[in-house]
């Protein structure tokens, strides 16, 4: 059966029930339909007296077409704590139309290890993306109406920085040209769209404590620059108040439910390539409240989405996580070791041997973090005992044991070693959590400790106008503030063709970007894209509706 079909199988609890799990009650809840909920704010903001839970985090190796399952592998992970009697949360990121519609497909975890409704998850759900998409683009209506009537804060519009948003994959959307047709319609400059997922109104409802930090990060938006170089914010243009009104229902975590009916926090989606890969801080704390055991998720690699969470969000949130779990398949580590992706059901222990060095390095970066790691293998039908033992020998003999998990097949039973291992790991009390940087390390130096410790890069190029950019973020104050590099996923490198584990290359920053409501400074990779582009061949012409009104296509 495809996921789709074993999700619409799928027993249900009643959410009062599911909510029950973790002692939330049934008055705390605001359904949204009869099998997905929010969680009352007042609630939320209750909890925050209550003792933290043991937080762990699961990454992955760089992702290739084969799929890694790291979706997946929390969802199973979590089922498998509760199988051991673990009082446990599952806090994930909401998934995105544009993939949805574009190449990746759904994310809400595969096979036995799904979170439920999956259609509904992966298509509108409760909302939240739309009221981001709104709440950005009023202020991008707001600037560009501030302009046109007179424009009292002397904005120059050759240095306008908010663009606008869209919740699809768009290439045609990344370079246009806003206000033609006359007079009426505003002064004609250059702009851009980003995907949602991108916005730092997404960034800032991810890091936000409240309703009050959220309104104040919003504030804290610079949306442009007058002619002498004096930031313009979303304060300035008194557009925060109704920003945080549109985003007042969005700021309040979704519950859900897995397969197995464990309770799930699901809110927010920034994409781990172009901004921090992390749910929210408010779904963790709330779900670091409720459970023993909180599982979460960081986007894409762990180069990538791990760095991220660790030197951002924990960062900015105080939160101490106590393990991390890098997931991994056989066929990945075959193309990451130079296998042909139409061979990969034969048994190739060279190629696997040869991509084995892409996990390794993961796993020794995760422990310049202060975190004891574990590996999930992700397990495959067509793996073979010959591949599997091979992983295992190399993982234990970097220090990391590696646990074969079958939780797509066999839900939260096949992840209970897993479980138990990391229930292990976590009582030992080993974890030293500490961030990669030093908060006064300058700016550059921050790009340059990323790309030594984690990507291995020889060095970092940084274009002209980006270092310009870097030393007047500096001079303005902004030097203290994490970085949150916009790179592709697929590579330690830039370049998304370097697979493996590659050494001695540069790391290219051609643009730098501030976020200054969410507290980072983007720095820009390569050739990476804040709006991708659909694929040859969409997935969206698979999605289509059945005979009884049921979603099918959505993988």
């Not at 599952?90 to 979170?115: D, V």
């Not at 989405?305 to 030197?311: Q, R, S, V």
């Not at 550059?444 to 940084?462: H, L, Q």
Request: proline share 5%; glycine share 10%.
């Amino acid at each position: 059966m495809s996921d789709i079909e074993i999700a619409r199988r799928a027993v249900k609890k009643p959410m009062k029930e599911v909510a029950g799990r973790l002692g939330i009650p049934e008055e705390a809840l605001e359904p949204y339909g009869r099998d997905k909920a929010k969680l009352d704010g007042d609630y939320v903001k209750s909890l925050g007296t209550r003792p933290s839970g043991h937080l762990i985090l699961v990454t992955a190796i760089n992702p290739t077409k084969a799929g890694e399952g790291k979706t997946t592998t929390t969802i199973g992970l979590g089922d498998a704590l509760a199988r051991l009697g673990k009082k446990t949360a599952i806090a994930l990121r909401e998934p995105s139309l544009g993939p949805c519609f574009g190449q990746k497909g759904g994310a809400t975890g595969g096979g036995q290890a799904q979170i439920v409704p999956m259609a509904e998850i992966n298509l509108h759900f409760t909302g939240d993306f739309h009221a981001i998409t709104t709440a950005h683009n009023l202020l991008a209506a707001m600037l560009d109406n501030h302009i046109y009537w007179g424009n009292a804060l002397g904005i120059d519009a050759r240095r306008v920085f908010w663009p606008r948003v869209l919740d699809m994959n768009d290439r045609a959307l990344r370079d246009t040209v806003v206000s033609l047709g006359g007079v009426a319609n505003g002064f004609p400059r250059q702009a851009r769209f980003d995907i949602t997922t991108a916005s730092e109104v997404m960034a800032i409802l991810c890091l936000a404590n409240d309703l009050e930090d959220l309104e104040q990060r919003l504030a804290r938006i610079v949306v442009a620059e007058t002619r002498d170089g004096k930031p313009v914010t979303a304060g300035d243009l008194k557009a925060a108040g109704a920003m945080a009104a549109v985003l007042k229902d969005a700021a309040k975590p979704n519950l859900v439910q897995t397969l197995e009916n464990n309770p799930v926090l699901i809110h927010g989606g920034p994409f781990a390539n172009i901004a921090h890969g992390c749910n929210s801080v408010i779904a963790t704390r709330a779900a670091l409240a409720l459970g023993d055991y909180v599982v979460t998720e960081a986007g894409f690699g762990a180069d990538l989405g791990a760095e991220k969470f660790l030197d951002i969000k924990c960062r900015q949130a105080g939160l101490k996580p106590e393990l991390a779990v890098v997931v991994a398949t056989v066929r990945a580590l075959k193309l990451h070791g130079g296998a042909d992706e139409k061979a990969l059901a034969a048994e190739d222990v060279g190629a696997v041997e040869r991509g084995l060095p892409n996990l390794l390095r993961h796993v020794e970066n995760l422990g310049k973090f202060g975190l004891p790691v574990l590996v999930a293998i992700n397990r495959f039908l067509t793996d073979t005992p010959a591949e599997l033992e091979l992983i295992e020998a190399k993982c234990a003999a970097a220090g990391a044991k590696a646990y074969l998990c079958e939780h797509w097949a066999k839900g939260g039973a096949g992840a209970e070693a897993l479980a138990r291992a990391a229930v292990a790991t976590i009582e030992e009390g080993k974890a030293a959590f500490k961030p990669l940087y030093p908060d006064d390390l300058p700016l550059a130096g921050k790009i340059e400790t990323i790309a030594r410790e984690i990507y291995r890069a020889s060095g970092v190029s940084i274009a002209g106008p980006a270092q310009r950019r870097l030393k007047a973020l500096e001079a303005a104050g902004y030097g203290k503030l994490p970085v949150c590099i916009a790179k592709t996923q697929y590579s330690f490198a830039a370049d998304p063709e370097l697979r493996g584990a590659p050494t001695g290359h540069t790391l290219p920053i051609r643009e730098v970007r501030l976020s200054a409501g969410a507290g980072f400074v983007v720095a820009m990779a390569g050739e990476i894209m804040s709006m991708p582009g659909l694929p040859r061949v969409p997935a969206a012409e698979q999605i289509r509706l059945t005979a009884d009104g049921q979603v099918d296509g959505i993988f």
